[in-house]
């Protein structure tokens, strides 16, 4: 059971997130953030006063040392600012929640999607993808549609994904995360991403991921289903999961599949709902 119900404003909800019950930061992320206040220059005053320890009084050598090292810093600060924008939380260690660029603006229409087969398939032509790398966008004009669904409806982008490899131990939590890393940089579009890595209620076509997104990465605002839809492959097909067009189902929110998405085919709420 999701039990948070504390609604945030999220310009200060991904600070507080981290201090609510069932919330984490992952160590991933903390890994990658030591590393990389690793690389930034000593503080300018102390590599001064080592050059001076070391050399003797050379002011004008410090000097010219601290001046590079202050334009490093700058680019490093602003490096790391830009790095802290990009956040990867788990709920409950069973929802993973990965915020690109911030996550995305509040706003009462959605566009949602499932990632794999929806908006990347493999490389490789594998039905599994192989490694963090083997992704291709969708379609050629997978980002182009996307771009133009968020422009025309002034839409935020949210991406839902089932990963129960990762709970069933055949699939590394690292390896999900770095494709999600990799697809949304190549996006380059703020977005929210959810990965539901066990059976259970976060799991489409459960809905604990779109409920967990409400509650409390949305500001509180409420979505307006029908002006929103739900982009998904997995419909039912033999042999492929009913997921996708089921969570739409019980969403109440229009289902577009992603053949037509690319082709640029408006979802009709009545599709999803027949
Ligand atoms: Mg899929």
Redesign the pocket.
Same mark, same amino acid.
């Given at each position: 059971m999701i039990r948070w119900h504390n609604s945030c404003n999220p310009t200060n909800a991904n600070n507080k997130i981290f201090s609510q019950p069932g919330f984490g930061l992952l160590s991933g992320l903390q890994h990658r953030l030591i590393s990389l206040f690793d690389k930034m220059p000593l503080d300018v005053a102390d590599e001064q006063e080592q050059v001076q320890d070391k050399k003797g009084i050379d002011k004008v050598h410090s000097r010219e040392d601290s001046v590079e090292a202050l334009a490093n810093l700058e680019l490093s600060y602003e490096q790391v600012r830009k790095e802290l924008t990009n956040k990867w939380l788990d709920y409950e260690k069973s929802c993973f929640i990965y915020l690109y660029r911030g996550g995305g603006e509040p706003s009462n229409t959605l566009a949602a999607f499932?990632? %794999? /087969? !929806?908006i990347i398939k493999p490389k490789s032509n594998k039905r599994i993808p192989k490694s963090a790398t083997d992704w291709q966008f969708f379609s050629a004009w997978t980002k182009v549609k996307l771009q133009q669904a968020l422009r025309e409806n002034e839409a935020r982008l949210v991406i839902f !994904?089932n990963q129960n490899g990762v709970g069933l131990k055949v699939v590394a939590l690292e390896e999900v995360q770095q494709r999600i890393e990799l697809v949304t940089k190549r996006l380059n579009i703020p977005c929210t991403v959810f990965v539901a890595t066990e059976k259970d209620e976060f799991r489409k076509p459960n809905l604990g991921m779109f409920k967990l997104f409400t509650r409390a990465f949305n500001s509180s605002m409420k979505v307006a289903l029908d002006r929103s839809f739900y982009c /998904? %492959?997995?419909v039912g097909y033999p042999s492929h999961s009913d997921a %996708?067009i089921k969570f739409a189902q019980s969403l109440k929110i229009p289902f577009i599949p992603p053949e037509k998405f690319v082709r640029g085919v408006k979802p009709k709420l009545s599709e999803s709902n027949e």
């Open positions: 499932d990632l %794999d /087969g !929806t !994904t /998904g %492959d997995a %996708d």
